[in-house]
């Protein structure tokens, strides 16, 4: 019997490091990171150490066997994660492209937008992350309106996938120090925040016209 031997995940660079270095982070979270970053999330872990055990045999496998010519081995069961696994997460961004190739999307013309928010509230929505739910609403209910306005269609529904990106702008902010009222200012955690504060927030910084999208 052969053993499938498509990849060797511990001998990537990303298992290597987290096998040798991820237990040491989460001891010294709570006092290295968390007065910045918040809590480290339940998530976090569970994610990490499902991709230590991905493509692993010794955690389960299927037979996988041809009937016609009788070849046969073994599959170790993957992580099936997204985001942090490179093999689980490609597999799902394929099969998610292609499901909405052929399943969602007409075979018309589509734009891509991109909006974002300013810095000044990015630590709130990092503390707060049930907000975020808040903003795509809002990201959507903006979308619309322009749509509505640009191409002069009061009544017009728009198709919207939409997909929210965290982690690029937290790794350029954490290149840099967080604004204060003065040069040098502490990085003191923001205090509580509401939705309605957020909305509010937002538009005064959108103001009375349209929003500005990029596309």
Same mark, same amino acid.
């Given at each position: ?18 096998? $040798? =270095? &991820? ?9 290295? %990171?968390?007065? #910045?970053?918040?809590? *480290? ?69 589509? $734009? =891509? &937008? ?9 630590? %709130?929505?990092? #503390?707060?992350?049930? *907000? ?84």
């Amino acid at each position: 019997m052969q053993v499938y031997r498509a990849r060797n995940p511990k001998k990537s660079p990303l298992w290597q490091c987290a096998n $040798r =270095h &991820y237990d040491e982070f989460e001891q010294i979270y709570p006092e290295a %990171y968390q007065p #910045r970053y918040g809590v *480290l999330r339940r998530i976090i872990p569970e994610v990490v150490h499902k991709f230590l055990e991905c493509g692993n045999l010794e955690r389960g496998f299927a037979r996988i066997r041809c009937d016609h010519c009788e070849h046969e081995y073994l599959l170790a069961f993957s992580c099936k994660s997204r985001w942090f696994c490179p093999s689980c997460h490609q597999k799902n961004v394929q099969a998610t492209a292609r499901f909405i190739l052929d399943q969602v999307v007409a075979a018309v013309p589509h $734009r =891509h &937008y991109v909006l974002a928010i300013p810095r000044m509230l990015r630590p %709130y929505f990092q #503390r707060h992350r049930h *907000l975020l739910k808040r903003l795509c609403t809002l990201a959507q209910e903006s979308l619309c309106e322009y749509l509505r306005t640009a191409l002069d269609c009061p009544q017009g529904v728009p198709g919207i996938i939409m997909t929210l990106h965290t982690f690029l702008r937290q790794q350029q902010d954490a290149r840099r120090p967080p604004p204060g009222p003065a040069a040098g200012a502490g990085s003191a955690p923001p205090g509580p925040l509401t939705a309605a504060a957020v909305e509010i927030a937002l538009q005064a910084v959108a103001g009375p016209d349209p929003p500005r999208l990029a596309c």
